[in-house]
């Protein structure tokens, strides 16, 4: 009803994605603010940053473009299109203006963003969780999310169960959201992390979903749309993000891996599990994936899937996982954290191979 | 009888599942399998043979490929059984009741979790076992939503992540009312069995160790058919034992009380 200067009404999907669409471009604007006021080597790093959470932005807002249940949005999506079109002018001029050698130095110091997948007792969180501490050890500012709904991130990273929830003022509830709640407005992505966030073993930054199972019943549908908003929003220069998604194909399916620019597949020693990973690489193609063997012994490679670390089976890291401790720090040195040690090099070597070949926007 | 099978991912639920089904069916009885995992494999722990299991079409995929649609009417349980049930060795019937392949599956999102619940509170369990292997996690659990006359199965390796799974899931099934709770603790050593049995206060079983599974699974054929007097195949013997003592009235086969 847009006649007679009347307010518009909306539903609560369309004021939802209202609202998403501000928190982004104000979580842009404080990308933006960064970028301009950094100076020496951190302006490069703060420009690079911009322009690849800009790519990801401009990704994902082609689809609510097209959508047709929001057609009432349409002068709202295009102007966000335009500001974020003009952002990435912004962007790419300040990146192109820098010389190489300030660019590829920016890109290896610009974060990984990973989401680990696979099937259940594959080794998700024990990769994730060591990752993570091991970036961290090499002075690198990194953010895990554990975004399964049963406790196990924690374990691996050596905090057990230590609550590392978004308290509730994190949290609003909203009609419009999946779940019925959502980041809390005003809130945005990197105040949320650095607010929220636990700090863990060797400085990592964490955050946890809610778990089934916890007296208040609620909490984990409450959490995970926030959680998913911060990791989606969540752009800081030189911060490494990784998610630890739940077992199997239902949260890749909804796309939990979206925020992502690299997808862990973790892979046991099992035919089931190798079946498992076969069916989740279409599910988040579109994305480039690596494959991690867990638990190696001497297998030949499961047909199809070579794996670029193979983690060996280790009675340490089993005994650890045992106890509910880190196996960073029930057995330093093992063969498997020498292999985490790997995919670590892999994960940070991969970066300059790709700013070797591939020209920023 | 129904029997919801529950645990973290890898802690055996659809080794101890597929075992079970077969003693019991080895014992006579009919079965019900249910996979009710998006990622479904509890085929192969029944001893279908690899290509069924990685190309079974599920009883959503079927019904959207037939071009059935979000907002038609469901056909019965009974009646998708027999539509889309495939015989197991040893008799067993087996359903998946869906299978997550492509970014664009839609209506698996919201379909796969209510599929369980109808099939596992739906499907009649008079006269036979209905025993569904849910999706790793506690959300599967929440769906299927057991009660008094259920047993719950909640399965343990002896790792923390799985025993605080396992406990959450006991909480759960006894705050919907289920009397008969087996922790399982499976690739266990007698203390791992204590230790579970105290962390979920419930009665608990050991499944132990056995290379003869873990072969099985790096094999992809199901552990029964390699070896079923192995170890592990007999501690689930005792399993199928404990499940028939918990309901004698329905082991023989008598009908089950209204739900």
Redo the contacts between chains.
Sequence with gaps: MPDGGQPVERTAREEAVLATLDRQAAAIAHLRELAERATGDDRALAWVSLAAQLDRAVRDHQPLLRARRLEALAPDLAAHQSLLERHVGAARAAVTALDADARRAAERRHGRRIAVIGKGGAGKSMISATVARLLARQGRNVFLADLDSSHGTGFSLGIGTTFAELPPEALEEHGGSSYGWRLASGLLPHQAVHRHAVTGPDGVRFLTLGKIGDPAEQRARRSVVALRQILGGFAEPGWDVIGDLEAGPTTPFERYHSFADLVVVVVGPAWRSALTARRLLPIVAGTPTIIVTNRFRDEPDHPGLVPEVRVPFDPAVAEAERAGRAPLDEAPGSPAMVACEQLVELLTGEQDRQSDREVVP | MRIAVTG????GK?TVAGALARHLAGRGHTVVAVDA???P?LG?CLGLP?DA??HMEPILNALLASGHTHNDPRPDPEELLARYGMEAPGGIVVVATG?????S?AC??CG?HNTTREFFGGLAADGRIVLADL?????DL?WARPGPDDVVLAIA?????AV??AR??V??AQGMGVERILGVANRASDGDVAQLAEALGVEVLGVAEDPAVEKA????VAPFDLDDTSPAMADIARVADWVLASAPAEAQAAPAPPR
């Design positions: 973290k991912g890898g802690a659809s995992d998006p990622n494999n192969l690899q299991v990685e299978k997550i392949e492509r970014p599956n698996l999102c796969s999706e790793a996690g506690l959300n929440l390796e002896p790792s923390a992540k605080e799974v959450r899931a909480n759960i699974d790096e094999q992809g």
